[in-house]
Nanobody
Framework: QVQLVESGGGLVQAGGSLRLSCAAS????????MAWFRQAPGKVREFVAA????????RYVDSVKGRFTISRDNAKNTVYLQMSSLKPEDTAVYYC????????????????WGQGTQVTVSP
């Protein structure tokens, strides 16, 4: 099992950038596919981006393609989400998640979750 702690959230103006980090502890991080999800108030948790255990493949929801980049550093047990050209509709709590199963885009596919970090984008 992997314990996950997100950081890097905050308040930013539209058009700005943030980098989220997810620090992992546990022996299985380097074998885990990792993902970022987000949840806005009153909405279901939404897939944002995912990366395979070795970083060879990534996936993104269409609304963030070209603006967000997911990456990982297995030596540091950390996965990142670089967010640029932020929009007010990106406002949400962002969650890091991990799985030993193949990379998928649904929350049920992930068994390790962080507590989340708030991202707020002002107009």
């Amino acid at each position: 099992q992997v314990q996950l702690v997100e950081s890097g959230g905050g308040l930013v103006q539209a058009g700005g950038s943030l980098r989220l980090s997810c620090a992992a502890s546990g022996r299985t991080f380097s074998n885990s596919a990792m993902a970022w999800f987000r949840q806005a108030p009153g909405k279901v948790r939404e897939f944002v981006a995912a990366i395979t255990w070795n970083g060879a493949s990534t996936r993104y929801v269409d609304s963030v393609k070209g603006r967000f980049t997911i990456s990982r550093d297995n030596a540091k047990n950390t996965v990142y989400l670089q967010m640029s050209s932020l929009k007010p509709e990106d406002t949400a709590v962002y969650y890091c998640a991990g799985t030993l199963s193949p990379m998928v885009t649904v929350p049920l596919g992930y068994h390790d979750w962080g507590q989340g970090t708030q991202v707020t984008v002002s107009p």
